[in-house]
């Protein structure tokens, strides 16, 4: 009996060791990573690095184009991927009658968000670049982006809509609410951290997608004015100025806003999500 | 007791005739037919998973939110189909509420929870809607308890105060026919009598119909019960008379406790 105990203890013990030491492996990698971007790119970024504009290619001047573009191109996505998605995700997990064309749908979102991100792109080229003649632009790139992520952002949502509790439905519906005031003002509300937090994963893919931006946004250095002007994202300025041999130490400086970026969306995102958690609700 | 003098037997609210429910094929409620009247407790009694939940689930068609369930029979409602094609269910339930066996506060504050009713029924008026609250909070027994906190989660309260709670949200719309599946299963005894007495208060005005495992508790608030078994109706009558002489030799074994 006492001997039992010990071993459970000791088993207990072993097995939160390994827990620990996964859980401080992880952090320490991303840690790693982080710093070395940071390290090599922050000594170059400036005020006038993030707000002059390019020179000779990039070689000089600053990369302001590119953060406009990036933030044009992740708000044209995200602006279409958001209602479409989210809509997309209600019909799916609160009308849709459970059946073939369900199960169709359910399939096809699950086999789009593991399409490489490159097959977006040349769909994205043919469909809005060439046959709707939109041209490399940030249209042609945000649509193409918001098609990207649209599948994650469906299946993330339908996810959290599911795991509304069916009491809560019930409680509304036996209150006489109709099936929408019940979506609306019951299910919607605590599903929305979940439902926040699959968009922000979307936007974490559009921000940091670089070869399907490539073929349908282009890559021009100038202000992208209208949403029919090309642009160039970040992203796609450090591949460039990397893979082109351009400048490493900029692409560095490119990299560190870059994670910098990410990082402030993943904050302002989080804070979001508690603002808007239902009270004493559930996560 | 002193329910010797029995009230004169006005139309019914349900009628119900040979109501059979299955859930994927497996009958949970076989040929039950029975009125129900108004401003009356009828009780409904029988051992766990008789179909006592499934019949009252199907008095405001709360089953046909579960795939697979069967419903076949008629209940009227002060003579109307409820079943019928082209009924307002939405409006049905709206004059049909229901407590739930297990208490079910949305995710918001208690303010809004017991809003919520007459929100979405297009009361807008702060003025009216404070009133309501009150008013619904004071006849569930809570208000006392909340009144300091009406904007804090209703989630943090605890298990009995939210079910005084959607009592609460109940009445704050305005029913005929409360349908509580044993509201007072998760309170303590002196939460259950509150909720006795408002019963016995409530009932003046609705029809009650209540779900209990408690023996004691049907005497005490009931006016006619009814006896269910495997999805049948055993007895169904005057609770004085199903308590004092029930016709069935099961209904007194269930009554007696010496049900096996
Ligand atoms: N959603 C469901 N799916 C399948 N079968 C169900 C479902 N709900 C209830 N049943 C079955 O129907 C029968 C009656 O269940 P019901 O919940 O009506 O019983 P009950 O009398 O309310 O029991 P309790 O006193 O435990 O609440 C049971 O055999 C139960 O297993
Ligand atoms: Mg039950």
Redesign the pocket.
Known sequence: MRDRRRRNRLADLAGRGLLVLAAAVTVAILLALLLYVLVKGLPLVSWEFLTALPRRMGRLGGIWPTIVGTLYLSAVALGVAAPLGVAAAVYLAEYAPPGRLTRLCHFGSETLAGVPSIIFGLFGFATFVIFLGLGWSVLSGGLTLALMILPTVIRTAEEALKAVPRAYREGSLALGATRWQTVWHVVLPSALPGILTGLLLGLGRAVGETAAVLLTAGSSLTIPLSPLDPARTMSVHLYLLAVEGISLERAYATAAVLVITILLLNLLATRLVRRLTPKGGHA | MDHVHAPPVPAPTFTVRNLTIA??G?P?IKNVSLDLYPRSVTAFI?P????????LRALNRMNDL?PGVTTQGRILLEGEDIYAPGVDVVNLRKRVGMVF?RPNPFPMSIFDNVAYGPRIHGVTDRDRLSAIVERSLTAAALWDEVKDRLHKSALDLSGGQQQRLCIARLLAVDSEVLLMD?PASALDPISTGKIEDLIDELKNRYTILI?T?NMQQAGRVSDRTAF?LSGELIEYGLTAEVFESPRDRRTEDYITGRFG
């Open positions: 859930y994927s497996n949970a029988g766990s998973g008789c179909g006592k939940s499934t019949f579960i066996q044993e779900v495992h269910f």
